[in-house]
């Protein structure tokens, strides 16, 4: 029932700026930590950072000074702005959300959104 939408992906310049958004939608009553992974061609899937409900915020070091998460808990969306983007950053980005359900009783799950095509190039 939870869905999560990825938007603001594309082409973009070596040295260019990308905003990624991800909003969640459905049955949820709430939402712990949200965060944005990758996955290169021929690549395992990484973690590029991820916030807590609070605002905590972590990031891999290949992106850190460059990227910056944020979220709007009443929007139930997450953000990563993007900045001096490289080539290496090129990949499929993905936004996973930890939804709290609370029917039939109080849980915590991951939802995964389809993923959003960054790519850089000259």
């Known amino acids: 029932q939870v869905q999560l939408v990825e938007s603001g992906g594309g082409l973009v310049q070596p040295g260019g700026s990308l905003r990624l958004s991800c909003a969640a939608s459905?049955?949820?009553?709430?939402?712990?930590?949200m965060g944005w992974y990758r996955q290169a061609p021929e690549k395992q899937r990484e973690l590029v950072a991820d916030?807590?409900?609070?605002?905590?915020?972590n990031y891999a070091d290949s992106v850190k000074g460059r990227f910056t998460i944020s979220r709007d808990n009443a929007q139930n969306t997450v953000y990563l702005q993007m900045n001096s983007l490289k080539p290496e950053d090129t990949a499929v980005y993905y936004c996973?959300?930890?939804?709290?359900?609370?029917?039939?009783?109080?849980?915590?799950?991951?939802?995964w959104g389809q993923g959003t095509q960054v790519t850089v190039s000259s």
């Open positions: 916030i807590t409900s609070g605002g905590s915020t």
């Open positions: 996973k959300a930890a939804i709290v359900a609370v029917t039939p009783y109080t849980y915590e799950y991951d939802s």
């Open positions: 459905g049955s949820i009553f709430s939402i712990n930590a």
